[in-house]
């Protein structure tokens, strides 16, 4: 069965800091899709990226950077330089086909970052 | 681009009435999803319409909820009579294709819902 596991559940720090937010995922499928969203106090859930499990490059943007290790069901992310602005609660999430071909997208429990200056 | 809306943001109301909620989706999304998001919870999908069909509502609580999608635009979700548990965020998200699997999901600002 599919699942996310963001182990982490709050994170404070201090602006300009680096953060790392963890999430490992479970699947049986070989092809999957993953994601992260940002969930700011306004509530709206904004999407980042999107990664395939064919695709194991990491990816940069910005001060934002993704690690996806298949070998570790793992996918990552870490904000460099901390800002305010970055202090929301981030979802990591997968898609794949599910049992019988059943699409759904499983959202982790969130990880509430606060950016102190 | 407009990005998906939703009304109202915020609603309170008593336990046994009536609520509704509106979604119009990003314009030319055939796919409309609402979730629901329980206080400390990730988002979990309630139904998911592609145009005017529900094609998965199998976690739709049928005896209190009802949704429609009647010209594969707008939807209405709603709950009667609400129960204290109901109190959530209920977001709307569409994506341009039935692929659920790789589409990208954009998510509306949600309703914030409390029952007392």
């Known amino acids: 069965a599919q699942k996310v596991t963001q182990a982490q559940t709050e994170i404070s720090v201090v602006e300009k800091e680096d953060v790392t937010l963890d999430c490992v995922y479970e699947t049986r499928d070989t092809t999957y899709y993953l994601f992260w969203y940002k969930q700011p106090p306004s509530g709206e859930l904004v999407f980042l990226i999107r990664r395939n499990s064919f695709d194991e490059q990491n990816e940069i943007s910005g001060r934002y950077s993704w690690n996806f290790q298949k070998s570790t069901s793992s996918f990552n992310f870490t904000i460099t330089a901390s800002q305010v602005v970055d202090s929301a609660v981030y979802f990591c999430?997968?898609?794949?086909?599910?049992?019988?071909?059943?699409?759904?997208?499983?959202f982790g429990k969130g990880m509430k970052l606060t950016v102190n200056p | 681009e407009a990005g998906v809306v939703q009304s109202p943001r915020y609603k309170i109301i008593e336990k046994k009435q009536p609520v509704a909620f509106w979604c119009n989706p990003i314009s030319g999304h055939n796919t409309l999803y609402w979730y629901r998001q329980n206080l400390g919870q990730g988002p979990e999908l309630l139904i998911r319409?592609?145009?005017?069909?529900?094609?998965?509502d199998s976690q739709l609580p049928k005896d209190r909820f009802s949704a429609e999608r009647l010209k594969g635009v707008d939807s209405t979700l709603k709950i009667q009579p609400a129960e204290l548990g109901d109190s959530a965020v209920y977001l709307c998200?569409?994506?341009?294709?039935?692929?659920?699997?790789?589409?990208?999901?954009?998510f509306g600002p949600g309703t914030r819902l409390l029952v007392l």
């Open positions: 998200a569409s994506s341009p294709t039935e692929s659920v699997f790789r589409e990208t999901q954009y």
């Open positions: 999430a997968l898609s794949d086909l599910g049992a019988g071909g059943s699409e759904k997208l499983v």
């Open positions: 319409y592609e145009n005017e069909e529900a094609v998965d």
